[in-house]
T-cell receptor, first 115, second 114 residues
Framework: AQKVTQAQTEISVVEKEDVTLDCVYE???????LFWYKQPPSGELVFLIR??????QNEISGRYSWNFQKSTSSFNFTITASQVVDSAVYFC????????????FGKGITLSVRP | DAGVTQSPTHLIKTRGQQVTLRCSPK?????VSWYQQALGQGPQFIFQ???????QRGNFPDRFSGHQFPNYSSELNVNALLLGDSALYLC?????????????FGPGTRLTVT
C-alpha cells in the first residue's frame, strides 16, 4: 500500500521568507514517481514537478527547489523568497511504476504568505 | 491546445438523487482518472478508464460508476447521493504510452448534496 504524509497542515510566512514543505512517503515499489501539485483557491491542481525513484538529484526551478532523499523517504519542497501569489494548498503525491498508475495524495499543506 | 475540461462547474443535488459529471481529456490523452476531494483533504482516487473500460478502482462503493466514450471523454455517475458525497470531483487525463504517470487535472466539479 502507498501512503503520503504531509505532517504540516498550515504554514504562515511573511513575504520574502523561505519556506519548506515536508513530504514523507511509503511504498513497496522499487520504481515509483513523486509529484508536487499546487491548488489555488480556484480548485484546479497545477502540476509543479515529477521525480522518479532513480533520480535523487535535487532540482531547482526559479524560486522552487526540491530535495529528494530516498534514505529517509522524503521529498521536500522549498520556496525561496516567498510571494503572496504562492499562497495555496500544496499536495505531495506518489504513483507506482505503471504508465497509468493512480496517484496517492497527502492531505495537503495550506501556505499563506502575508505581505 | 485545450487542457482538461469538466462540466458542470457547480452542482447542487438532493440526497437520493443521481448525478452525472463530465470530463474531456487533454488533446492526445487516452486515459481518464477520477478523484474525489472532500473539504480539507487530498484527492482520493475513484477509478480510471482506458480503452472504454474501467482499469483500476479505488475504495469507493458501486454507487460510483463511469463510462469512457470512443473520443476518450468520460462520465462519472453517482447514484443514491449521500450528504458525504459532497466534494470537489476532479478529472485527470494522461497518455498510456508515457510511463511517467503524469496526469493533468481539470478545474473540477463542486458537488453539494443537501
Amino acid at each position: 500500500a502507498q501512503k503520503v504524509t504531509q505532517a504540516q497542515t498550515e504554514i504562515s510566512v511573511v513575504e520574502k521568507e523561505d519556506v519548506t514543505l515536508d513530504c514523507v512517503y511509503e511504498t513497496r515499489d522499487t520504481t515509483y514517481y513523486l509529484f508536487w501539485y499546487k491548488q489555488p483557491p480556484s480548485g484546479e491542481l497545477v502540476f509543479l514537478i515529477r521525480r522518479n525513484s532513480f533520480d535523487e538529484q535535487n532540482e531547482i526551478s526559479g524560486r522552487y527547489s526540491w530535495n529528494f532523499q530516498k534514505s529517509t523517504s522524503s521529498f521536500n519542497f522549498t520556496i525561496t523568497a516567498s510571494q503572496v501569489v504562492d499562497s495555496a494548498v500544496y499536495f505531495c503525491a506518489l504513483s507506482g511504476p505503471g504508465a497509468n498508475s493512480k496517484l496517492t495524495f497527502g492531505k495537503g499543506i495550506t501556505l499563506s504568505v502575508r505581505p | 491546445d485545450a487542457g482538461v475540461t469538466q462540466s458542470p462547474t457547480h452542482l447542487i443535488k438532493t440526497r437520493g438523487q443521481q448525478v452525472t459529471l463530465r470530463c474531456s481529456p487533454k488533446s492526445g490523452h487516452d486515459t481518464v482518472s477520477w478523484y474525489q476531494q472532500a473539504l480539507g483533504q487530498g484527492p482520493q482516487f475513484i477509478f480510471q478508464y482506458y480503452e472504454e473500460e474501467e482499469r483500476q478502482r479505488g475504495n469507493f462503493p458501486d454507487r460510483f460508476s463511469g463510462h469512457q466514450f470512443p473520443n476518450y471523454s468520460s462520465e462519472l455517475n453517482v447514484n443514491a447521493l449521500l450528504l458525504g458525497d459532497s466534494a470537489l470531483y476532479l478529472c485527470a487525463s494522461s497518455f498510456s504510452r508515457l510511463g511517467s504517470g503524469e496526469q493533468y487535472f481539470g478545474p473540477g466539479t463542486r458537488l453539494t448534496v443537501t
